[in-house]
Nanobody, 123 residues
Framework: QVDLVESGGGLVNLGGSLRLSCFAK????????MGWYRQAPGEQREMVAT???????KYTPSVRGRFTISLDNAANTVYLQMDGLKPEDTAVYYC?????????????????WGQGIQVTVDS
């Protein structure tokens, strides 16, 4: 079993910065992809940024150039540096992990979600 522990959210003013962290806790031996998704009230959950274990990154167009995703493979931790925040970035941010781990059912690969962390940008 893998648990995702998220931290770093909060309230920030227009143009401010936040850094989200997500630690994947468990007996992980391979990271395929980790990333961040967000869901604003009344909206569908959308991909914000993802990174593979090999370092390939993807961003949704609205955050490209403002957000940076990084991965510490050894620490099983993914980060999202968010700069130039806008009110439209306000949402609950969810960490996602697609990893191999030691599991009771013997199937190593699993996809996991964090509980979500609030990010609010005040105009």
């Amino acid at each position: 079993q893998v648990d995702l522990v998220e931290s770093g959210g909060g309230l920030v003013n227009l143009g401010g910065s936040l850094r989200l962290s997500c630690f994947a806790k468990g007996s992980i031996f391979r990271i395929y992809t980790m990333g961040w998704y967000r869901q604003a009230p009344g909206e569908q959950r959308e991909m914000v940024a993802t990174i593979t274990g090999g370092g390939d990154r993807k961003y949704t167009p609205s955050v490209r150039g403002r957000f940076t995703i990084s991965l510490d493979n050894a620490a099983n931790t993914v980060y999202l540096q968010m700069d130039g925040l806008k009110p439209e970035d306000t949402a609950v941010y969810y960490c996602n992990a697609d990893v191999d781990s030691i599991r009771h059912d013997g199937v190593p690969r699993g996809n996991y979600w964090g509980q979500g962390i609030q990010v609010t940008v005040d105009s």
